[in-house]
């Protein structure tokens, strides 16, 4: 058995590493174009601009913490923060055309996008333990491959 969690200690290394570079591209995105992202942020969320860049500097921090094991704790609460202070956007990339078209995606896109919050969120909580429940590394392990494949793909 105690193979097997050296085996899942690697994996999680692997998984963090990915995430964290997955979080500072896109959090550097929010800098390079940030009229994307403006465009996705709902009317009601006030400086949108300042927000935009302020969700990406917190991407960026988030996954480089990420990258080091000695504050993954930090950079998985971090992240999750970012998950839930961003899902407004997820929403309102469901139901508004405008913001459709400047992401490039349709509706059924950004339906699909939305559930995928939820591996993201429990990944990024794996990240911040050291020892996890047997469901969550299960969870998270099988988890991990589809979502990356996901972003990937977009």
Known sequence: MKKFSKY??????????T??????TVGIKHFTDPETFIA???????FREAAVYFTGLVEITGGALLLVKKY????????????FLVF???IYLVFSQEAQAAFQ???GAALIRLPFQIPLIFLAYWHSKEKA???????????FP????????L
């Open 8 to 17: 899942i200690q690697y994996y999680k290394s692997i998984a963090a590493t």
């Open 19 to 24: 995430l964290g570079l997955m979080y500072i």
């Open 40 to 46: 996705i942020t709902p009317p009601f969320i006030y």
């Open 72 to 83: 993954r704790r930090q950079g998985g609460v971090l992240i999750i923060i970012l998950l």
């Open 88 to 90: 407004p956007a997820n």
């Open 105 to 107: 995606g349709t509706r």
């Open 133 to 143: 429940s047997r469901w969550i590394e299960l969870f998270c392990i099988l988890s």
């Open 146 to 153: 589809p979502t990356i494949i996901y972003f990937l793909t």
